[in-house]
Each structure stands twice: as structure tokens, then as C-alpha cells.
């Protein structure tokens, strides 16, 4: 299955306990739902889970994958990213966008001048925001991800607009 077919629906953080329980981030909307698009593989797709919550932790939850039966096997799997077919997924409505579309999309402002390419999109609690990534800058700057700020995605043409805050860009 093509990678872009797949999306990043949650994250090995560690282990918990002796017998194989992990540590778990969901990045599902609904945290708990994760659960609903087994069986979830790797990255690369070599290895394929079934996952079964067992309860909540801080952050995230503590749950149990298929074939990791002790601590060091959960130990090895620890930044595991995990993922599940886009088919499996919800179809999302017209102003939620997968993280997965929106990286590599090229940004621009009102006047149509390139800003830069969205590398991650990030949430440190408040709302997401967009790493962009600008030509010829080692920097970085993170866009806040807003309809005010952001008023087009354009998945089909690969791209978005923006009307940054004073000050934002250089």
C-alpha cells in the first residue's frame, strides 16, 4: 500500500510494567478510537499490531499490542509511530485536514508570493501550528494554523494561502 495511503494515528512513548504493556499517544480526534482501526503497522509496514486499550495515563494511554509479551520487547518498540489505511479512517469535514495532507504543501501569501513548505504541523496545547520551512533560512517559523491565518488549503493544487501576523516573516 502506497505510504500516502497511510496515516500516523498514534505513538509508542514506552514501556509500562513487565508484561509488555506500552506507553501509548493517540492522535486521533477521538483519543480512544485508536483502537477502532486495528490492525495498525509500522511505518515501513514490516510489522503489523492488533491494539487493545487498557486505560488511561498521563498523556495518552496504556495499552497492549499483539506479539510483545515482556519489557524489552515493548522497550525496543519505544518512538514507534503507528498507522492505519486512510480507508479505515473517518472521512473528516471540509475544514479538517489529516496532518499527513498538509506537510510538503507549499504556503503563500495574500499577494501570492511564496512563503515556504509546511515540514510538521505541530500542537503544544492551544491549537496546531505549521513548521514552515523558508528558502534559503536556516530557521524555521511556525504559522498558527487558524482560519483567520490560513483561509485556503488547497489539497488538489498542493497548496495553501496565508495572511500571517505583522512581524512573522522577515
Known amino acids: 500500500m502506497p505510504h500516502d495511503d497511510m496515516i500516523c494515528v498514534g505513538a509508542i512513548a514506552g514501556s509500562f510494567g513487565v508484561k509488555g ?3 501509548l499517544k493517540s492522535f486521533c ?4 478510537a485508536i483502537e477502532d482501526y486495528n490492525p495498525l503497522t509500522t ?8 491494539l487493545g486499550l487498557i486505560g488511561p495515563s498521563k498523556n495518552g494511554f496504556i495499552a497492549r499490542l499483539s506479539g510483545v509479551n515482556d519489557k ?7 518512538g514507534t509511530r503507528l498507522f492505519a489505511p486512510r480507508d479505515r479512517l473517518p472521512n473528516l469535514p471540509d475544514d479538517e485536514y489529516y496532518h ?8 503563500f501569501d ?5 512563503l515556504g513548505t509546511v515540514q510538521t504541523v505541530q500542537n503544544h496545547g492551544a491549537a496546531d501550528l ?12 511556525l504559522l498558527p494554523f487558524t482560519l483567520a491565518v490560513v483561509p485556503t488549503v488547497d489539497l488538489a493544487a498542493k497548496r495553501m494561502v496565508a495572511d500571517p501576523p505583522e512581524g512573522l516573516f522577515p
Open 21 to 23: 504493556d506500552i506507553r
Open 29 to 32: 480526534a477521538d483519543p480512544a
Open 43 to 50: 511505518e515501513d509496514g514490516s510489522r503489523s499490531f492488533d
Open 72 to 78: 524489552e520487547q515493548a522497550d525496543a518498540l519505544r
Open 100 to 107: 499527513a495532507d498538509l506537510i510538503g504543501l507549499s504556503v
Open 110 to 114: 495574500t499577494g501570492g508570493a511564496l
Open 130 to 141: 505549521l513548521e514552515l520551512r523558508i528558502k534559503g533560512q536556516a530557521e524555521t517559523v
